[in-house]
Structure formats: structure tokens, C-alpha cells
Nanobody
Framework: QVQLVESGGGLVQAGGSLRLSCSAS???????MGWFRQAPGKEREFIVA????????YYAPSVKGRFTISRVSAKNTVFLQMNSVKPEDTAVYYC?????????????WGQGTQVTVYS
């Protein structure tokens, strides 16, 4: 089992920045990590991921050029830097252990952290 704990969510003005963090603990192995988000009344959206080696990444068109994923593998920590945020970025953001970056599938999830963007 892997436990994931997110932090860094909150209220941010449109055009601003926010950084989310996720720490993994428990069973350790080489795995990809990423982020999903779910806005009210919408399906969960796969937005960004990076493989263990970092040679494979994915950014959804909705966030590409504005969000950046980075990780400190030795510390099982992944970050999501969110720049130029928009009201439509408002959602609960979930950290995940990624089974396949290409397929956007996950094996473990965090509890989620709320991000609210106001204009």
C-alpha cells in the first residue's frame, strides 16, 4: 500500500500562482506520479504526470504551458506548480501513483486538496 498526502491548496486570484505538494509513504518502488482534478459536476480529469525516470511526461491541453510537474524521487515527493491560473482551474486536485502515463491510469490516490480561483 502507498499513502499519499497532498498540501498547498487554497484560494488564489486569477492570474496568480499556487504550488501543490504530494508526499508518498508506505511501500516504495519505482513508479510514476501525477495529478488529476475534479470540478463540481464534472468527471475527474487527468492533467499531468511524470514517469519515475522523468523521461516521460504528460500535460493535458487545458494546463500545458501553465502547469509544471516536478519530483524529488529520493524523497517520494511530487510538486505541481500552477501559474497563470484561471477560474476554470477551480477543482479538487488529487495526487496519484500512475500506472501508465500514456493511458492516464492510477493505482493509488490522495485525499485531495481544494483549489479555488477567483476573478
Amino acid at each position: 500500500q502507498v499513502q499519499l498526502v497532498e498540501s498547498g491548496g487554497g484560494l488564489v486570484q486569477a492570474g496568480g500562482s499556487l504550488r501543490l505538494s504530494c508526499s508518498a509513504s508506505g511501500r516504495t518502488f519505482s513508479y510514476g506520479m501525477g495529478w488529476f482534478r475534479q470540478a463540481p459536476g464534472k468527471e475527474r480529469e487527468f492533467i499531468v504526470a511524470a514517469s519515475w525516470s522523468g523521461d516521460s511526461t504528460y500535460y493535458a491541453p487545458s494546463v500545458k504551458g501553465r502547469f509544471t510537474i516536478s519530483r524529488v524521487s529520493a524523497k517520494n515527493t511530487v510538486f505541481l506548480q500552477m501559474n497563470s491560473v484561471k477560474p476554470e482551474d477551480t477543482a479538487v486536485y488529487y495526487c496519484a501513483v500512475i500506472r501508465s502515463v500514456a493511458a492516464g491510469t492510477a493505482d493509488y490516490w490522495g485525499q485531495g486538496t481544494q483549489v479555488t480561483v477567483y476573478s
